[in-house]
């Protein structure tokens, strides 16, 4: 029986793959790889979040099905975290909800709005869930290329024309973003909202990086816009500003009726998270706002070396304001070998491995990222690796 899979043969083949699996055959023949590819957070979770779940483990009433909203007092907290950090009020009850990492929280939000054909606008080059969730949702793609930075990415949505009963339905955008680190302004967000009130768009912005941010700048909440929970939801993982990337936890604010529609979506698809990994993400955040900017000066300096390293090589960078990565054009020299061969030389020839541009979008491929989840020291390592590939 020969069987066919429509929706999946919509889904491209996994870019990163060819290099992960390039990395493991050096590894296996005993080379020194350093890795800058998966976004893969590698400090430890902080102790009092790890203390916590550990308690609440060892509690019997905390092993049954939980709440696939999220238990009361995470959500309370949540609101909490809203307030605190961006003077905006969220209804613990009505408008926010706990996903199982941002990641799911966002596709399956996705799913909850659309009916298949529906115009959904995504950022590209981009994480490739806000491009793919869509696309398995069965909805039509408008590209936004957002390389050219914030004024750009408005001209570019000012200018998309439609008759009122073709209008997207969707806006989604992710501020720091990941992949190029760009970042944005509260009146950035400002033009968004009035935009999307006219066009009857909603809005969902991931703030997956709010916390990896450096020098100075601090990434807004599109809630510190007056009247944005009309049109808009924000999500969030916990998987950077806490390490917990593993625990998968994230959560969706905002509007009340995405949050009621995706509530109910998931009524029909979990049980929500283990509730001792729940509760002890009320500690993260009650309890650690503290520890986050060690977390985020850990990055800071390891972007800085990575930074002054790439520099130094003739490979020139400018330090990026946010998230964990570093996006960084492919030298001149070797531009048109494309993003996925200029990895692989990487791996043969300097035994660093990065994510190719292309992995992000057809817009990326003059690109690499690194995620900054390499120590100073192998990342000063890999620099001479680049360094001595580069001299060949």
Known sequence: ?????????????????VTSQMKMEARRRGEDIIDFGMGNPDLPTPE??????????????NHRYSMSKGIPNLRLEISK?????????????????????????????ILALVEPGDRVIVPTPSYPIHLFAATIAGCELIKINVLEGADSILDQLYKLEYSPSQQPKILVLSFPHN??????????????????KDRGWLVIHDLAYADLVFDGYKAPSIFEVEGAKDIAVETFSMSKSYSMAGWRVGFVCGNQQVVAALTRLKSYLDYGMFQPIQIASIIALRDCDDIVPEITAVYQKRRDVLCKGLNSVGWEITPPLGTMFVWAKIPEKYRQMGSLEFAKQLIAKAKVAVSPGIGFGQEG???????LIENEERTRQAIQGIKSFFNE
Do not use: Q
């Not at 029986?1 to 793959?17: D, G, H, Q, S, T």
């Not at 009850?93 to 939000?109: D, P, Q, R, V």
């Not at 967000?189 to 009035?194: C, M």
């Open 179 to 196: 992949p190029t680190t760009i970042c944005v302004t509260k009146e950035f967000f400002e033009k968004v909202v009035a935009l999307a």
């Open 365 to 371: 491929d003059e690109y690499v990222r690194f995620a």
């Open 81 to 109: 975290w809203y307030k605190r950090r961006y003077n905006a009020e969220i209804d613990p009850e009505t408008e926010a909800i706990a996903t199982i990492g941002s990641k799911e929280g966002l596709s399956h939000m």
């Open 1 to 17: 029986m020969n069987f066919r899979f429509p929706l999946i043969e919509k889904l491209p083949p996994y870019v990163f793959a």
């Open 48 to 61: 009092p979040i790890v203390e916590k779940l550990v308690e609440a483990a060892r509690n019997p009433k």
